[in-house]
Structure formats: C-alpha cells, structure tokens
C-alpha cells in the first residue's frame, strides 16, 4: 500500500501572525515539503493543478520535474490534473516527457477540479465537463496506446496522423487514477478503463464514500478488469497531530476556523466527527485510518492533506516528519497484516512494465518506421520518384 501527502498549492494568511507567504515562498515550501516526504520513506507526493488566486499550482508537471530532480524513490503524482480544461495532447506530451525524466517515478490522477470560472478562462463550457472529462480522456489514452493517431470528436479540431511524442517510456503508459468527490460517472470512467478510482472524501462521510467505491468496484468487475476487491482504490484525509492530542486541537483550531474552504461552517469538532480530517496524537491517526478500511475495503493508496490552511513551514515538515517517521510505518505493517488474499499491491512503472511484458527492440531487426510502417529506404525510393 502506498501512503503520501497531496497539496493544493494554497496561498492562505497564518491566522496566528497575519502573514501572508508570497508564491515563491509558496512554491519553494512545496518543494521542501516533497524532498522531505522522499527522506522519510513516504511513496507519493501529489500536487494540484488551479489557475486562480490564491493558488500556485498551475503547473504541475514543472513543479513534479523540478521535485523529481532533487528526490530519489517517492512517486510524483497530481490531485488533480484538469482532464477538463487542459488539452489531451498537451497532457500526452508533458506527462509524457514526466515520466522519461523520473524514469518511471510519476502517474497522475485526472479531474474536473472545484473551480468552475477555469472552463471559460481556456474556452469551455462547464456545462460539458463530463462530457469533456470522457471525451478527452478518451483521446489521451489513444494518444498514449496508439503510436499514429487519426481522431474527431466535439470538443478539438481533429487529428489526422498525429503522433504524441515522447512515446510512452519503455512501452507502458503512466498510470491514471479518476478523482472524484461526488461524481459518479468518473467512478463508471475508471472502471471502463479498468484504471484507479480515487475518492478524495474529505468534505465527505463515510457513506458517501463507501457508495462511490462500492460503485467503482462493481463496476470494474462488470468490464472483466477482475473481481470487485481487485480494484485500485485510493482516498483522501487530513491530519494534524502533536504527542498531546489536545496540544493539536488548541494549535489546529484557527486555522480550522480562518481556512477558506472550511472556515466559519462546522465546528472543528463536528468537522472530525463527519469527515476524516483527524487532529489528534499519532496513535489516533493511526487507529483513524486503519478505520477507512472498514467502509471501504482493502485499497491500494492513501494521501492526506497536511499543508493548507496557512500552516507555517516550519510545522508542515514537522507534520510529515511525524507522518513518515511514527505514523505510516505502523500503518504499512497493518494494512498489510489485514489484506485479504489476491488484492493487488499499489501499481508502479516497474510493476507494469513486467507484467505488460515490455521489451527493447530486436537489435537485428529492419529498420522499420513504426509511425508509418515504411522502411527508411522505401520512404526515400517514394520521395525520389515524386520528383
């Protein structure tokens, strides 16, 4: 099972010092957050995708690059890439090259996001985003699995023998998870494709989270990707903890109280009781989780949500610190001591590269240009006798 932190790249006020971090800051403390994840054995960092104050995580695929070049196991992954708004040939491409460069260390999750001002701003209609989250999705994975690509759809302009390039590293695509809060027809789209279904709950209860993933499940069995607990599954949570659980209750309160997605509705209090956002020592992060288990099943990848809300730096290192060093080591051994027989294990490049059974090319093969399917001599005998 694999465990990590995803951010939203959130530029909010400390509401303890009313300082407010400029977006180099920001996106500097990001990088840090990633480089110590790696050091502390987390397996995934995942960043947002929003173009809209007060956010900085319009970049993703920089931002992963930038963290890949300086860490060395962890995956880099998105929470969420906008499968909506950005152009499926521009994410074929860039997680493309994403994944050439990380040697494999990277997948991503697509989404529809939480802004809905984004579908104009690039030339959609939020009327159509599911639409455009089937369509488009439906096209990067052609672009992806297809090395010559001729398509027509409502959303582009065609394409008529397009290659993506670089072509997937060592013949494998990267791995897609479908992030859905309330949507269920991402949860049907995952498991058409028979890829991973993540369901981010954390302004959700158990409920609402456990209809979607049974949803998924069954439905991934329906497309003969398995049976139903064969499913790749992720989800979300967040956490803040400090040895004295009410040390982090009084320390969490105002930013719980000030956040912008969360501030001045529930109680923090009532906040716990109906979503996973657990603030408490690390034991009772641990028994917390280990209780998502229940409701959902074995799943393969948990993310929590640890650097929102104006937490200072300096207190979300310490948080991951916490988290890697007390938390997920004994969330590992468990889960695993719990895992029903036949479950997948969380996928990987190296994982998928095996069991697609990718190969290098036979060196004494002709040479052939596999995006036309013509010899280099024969293209040049045409070209010669167009003249």
Partial sequence: MQFGIMTVGDVTTDPTTGRTPTEHERIKATVEIAKLADEVGLDVFAVGQHHNPPFVASSPTTTLAWIGAQTKNIILSTSTTLITTTDPVRIAEDYGMLQHLTDGRMDLMLGRGNTGPVYPWFGKDIRDGIDLAIENYALLRRLWDEDVVTWEGRFRTPLHAFTATPRPLDGVAPFVWHGSIRSPEIAEQAAYYGDGFFSNHIFWGPGHTKRMVELYRRRFAH??????????????????????????????????????????????????AQTPLTVGSPEQVIERTLGFRDYIGDYQRQLFLMDHAGLPLKTVLEQVELLGTEVVPVLRREFEALRAPGVPAAPTHAARRAVQGASEPDEGAVAVDRWTGTRAEEDNAGAVSRL
């Fill in 223 to 272: 497309y003969g990707h398995g049976t139903p607990e064969q499913a790749i599954v992720g989800i979300g949570g967040q956490v803040f903890m400090r040895r004295n659980s009410q040390d982090a209750v009084n320390e969490f309160r105002p930013y719980f109280d000030n956040a912008p997605v969360y501030g001045g509705g529930p109680s923090l209090e009532d906040f716990m």
